[in-house]
C-alpha cells in the first residue's frame, strides 16, 4: 500500500532552469495538493485540484504550474527556478465524505517530501 | 476568512513531562479540527481529529477536545516521550467540508531523556 509517492526525493537547480515534480497516489481520492515547507512558515498551499481535469490556485501559486491529467497523478512544474522557491515541498491527497452539511474531508494523506534546492 | 493560531516554539521538556500545545481557530459554523504530527525527515500524518463541539479526539496518548465556546482545540498529553520528538500542526476544514485545510505554523517538540 504505497499511499502517497513523489518523486524525486532531492534535487538541485540552478536558477532558470525547469523541473517537474511527481506526485501519485493510488487511494482514488478526488482532492489533491501541492504545499511547501518553509521554517517558520508552516505549510502554505500552492497548488490542488478537485478532480481530473481541474486545478486552482492556493496561496502561494507564482511561479508555478500544475496539472492533473489523471486521477492518480498531480503534477507541480517550475518554468524557470528562483532561489526563493528553494523549498521542502509535500504533495497531500484527501476526499469528501459525508453529504450536505454532514460532509467533512478526510485526513491528508502526504507523501514524504521532497527537497528542491536552487543556487 | 478561516485561521488558527498556535502556541510557538520551540517547545523543550524531558521524558515524562506534561505537554500541552494551544490552538484557536477563526470559522464560522462548525469546522473539523486536526492535528497532524511531522516526524524528521517524513511528511505530516494524522494524530487525531474531532468533527463536533465537545468530541475529543486521541491517538497514543495524545488528546485533544474540540471547545466551541473558546474555539479552541489544544493538544495534551500526561507524560511524554523522546520519541515523541516532533514538529505538531493544527489544522481546521470548514462547516459542509472545503476542498482546503487551513494549517497552523507548527510546534516543535523536543523531548529529552
Known amino acids: 500500500n504505497a499511499g502517497v509517492t513523489q518523486t524525486p526525493k532531492f534535487r538541485v537547480l540552478k536558477t532558470g532552469q525547469s523541473m517537474t515534480l511527481l506526485c501519485a497516489q493510488d487511494m482514488n481520492h478526488e482532492y489533491m495538493y501541492w504545499y511547501r515547507q518553509d521554517p517558520g512558515m508552516g505549510l502554505r498551499l500552492i497548488h490542488y485540484?478537485?478532480?481530473?481535469?481541474?486545478?486552482a490556485k492556493g496561496e502561494v501559486p507564482d511561479g508555478y504550474n500544475v496539472s492533473r491529467l489523471k486521477k492518480q497523478n498531480f503534477l507541480l512544474g517550475l518554468e524557470s527556478a528562483a532561489p526563493s522557491q528553494t523549498s521542502v515541498y509535500f504533495c497531500?491527497?484527501?476526499?469528501?465524505?459525508?453529504?450536505?452539511?454532514?460532509?467533512?474531508?478526510?485526513?491528508?494523506?502526504f507523501g514524504n517530501g521532497t527537497r528542491l534546492t536552487v543556487t | 476568512g478561516d485561521s488558527v493560531t498556535q502556541m510557538e516554539g520551540p517547545v523543550t521538556l524531558s521524558e515524562e513531562a506534561c505537554l500541552t500545545i494551544?490552538?484557536?481557530?477563526?470559522?464560522?459554523?462548525?469546522?473539523?479540527l486536526f492535528w497532524y504530527v511531522q516526524y524528521p525527515g517524513e511528511g505530516l500524518q494524522l494524530l487525531l481529529k474531532a468533527t463536533k463541539a465537545d468530541d475529543k479526539g486521541s491517538n497514543k496518548g495524545f488528546e485533544a477536545t474540540y471547545r466551541k465556546e473558546t474555539t479552541s482545540f489544544h493538544l495534551e498529553k500526561g507524560s511524554v516521550q523522546v520519541s515523541d520528538s516532533a514538529v505538531y500542526f493544527c489544522?481546521?476544514?470548514?462547516?459542509?467540508?472545503?476542498?482546503?485545510?487551513?494549517f497552523g505554523k507548527g510546534t516543535k517538540l523536543t523531548v529529552n531523556p
Open positions: 497531500a491527497s484527501s476526499y469528501l465524505a459525508g453529504t450536505g452539511l454532514g460532509k467533512a474531508n478526510s485526513p491528508l494523506h
Open positions: 494551544n490552538c484557536t481557530y477563526t470559522a464560522t459554523g462548525y469546522p473539523s
Open positions: 489544522a481546521l476544514s470548514g462547516q459542509g467540508g472545503s476542498e482546503k485545510l487551513v
Open positions: 485540484s478537485v478532480g481530473e481535469g481541474t486545478t
